[in-house]
């Protein structure tokens, strides 16, 4: 298991719980800039890499800023790997090995993928890890771990 995992799930299982027990769950989603973009600098599409893989995450015309800290405008990366369908986008993303959160506001990581291909995609998520109004993702891309 990822080492961010277990905290990022019991922190989006304790948050959801409050939300809904309160009725607020129409005010997770957070306005965010029209022209924010987020995107994966390296490694770059199509392209063969050995593991462990170190990724680096690129943002535009938004902050990137800790889970639990909420700003205006701002937010940070979740990663997703291999997934076939998004998560829902009104609901605190999920963690797991296919969603990894980084709510320290890291933009870089070396993780570990065994060989064979693989999707990555950035979704930036607001203070809730929830996805913001007009959702922050970044282009898909594949590489092939050798």
């Given at each position: 298991?990822?080492?961010?995992?277990?905290?990022?799930?019991?922190?989006?299982?304790?948050?959801?719980?409050?939300?809904?027990?309160?009725?607020?769950?129409?005010?997770?989603?957070?306005?965010?800039?029209?022209?924010?973009?987020?995107?994966?600098?390296?490694?770059?599409?199509?392209?063969?890499?050995?593991?462990?893989?170190?990724?680096?995450?690129?943002?535009?015309?938004?902050?990137?800023s800790p889970a639990g800290?909420?700003?205006?405008?701002?937010?940070?990366?979740?990663?997703?790997?291999?997934?076939?369908?998004?998560?829902?986008?009104?609901?605190?993303?999920?963690?797991?090995?296919?969603?990894?959160?980084?709510?320290?506001?890291?933009?870089?990581?070396?993780?570990?993928?065994?060989?064979?291909?693989?999707?990555?995609?950035?979704?930036?998520?607001?203070?809730?890890?929830v996805p913001h109004a007009?959702?922050?993702?970044?282009?898909?891309?594949?590489i092939t771990v050798e």
């Amino acid at each position: 298991m990822h080492p961010y995992l277990l905290p990022v799930f019991l922190l989006t299982v304790t948050m959801s719980s409050s939300l809904f027990a309160s009725g607020a769950e129409s005010t997770m989603v957070s306005p965010v800039s029209a022209d924010a973009v987020v995107w994966i600098k390296s490694p770059q599409d199509g392209q063969r890499v050995s593991s462990p893989v170190t990724l680096s995450f690129g943002n535009s015309n938004v902050a990137i800023s800790p889970a639990g800290t909420e700003r205006a405008n701002s937010g940070h990366h979740h990663l997703l790997i291999n997934l076939q369908e998004l998560p829902a986008m009104d609901m605190p993303l999920p963690a797991s090995a296919q969603v990894i959160h980084f709510g320290k506001g890291q933009t870089e990581t070396t993780l570990e993928l065994e060989p064979g291909v693989h999707s990555l995609q950035l979704l930036l998520g607001n203070h809730l890890h929830v996805p913001h109004a007009r959702p922050v993702m970044s282009e898909k891309i594949t590489i092939t771990v050798e």
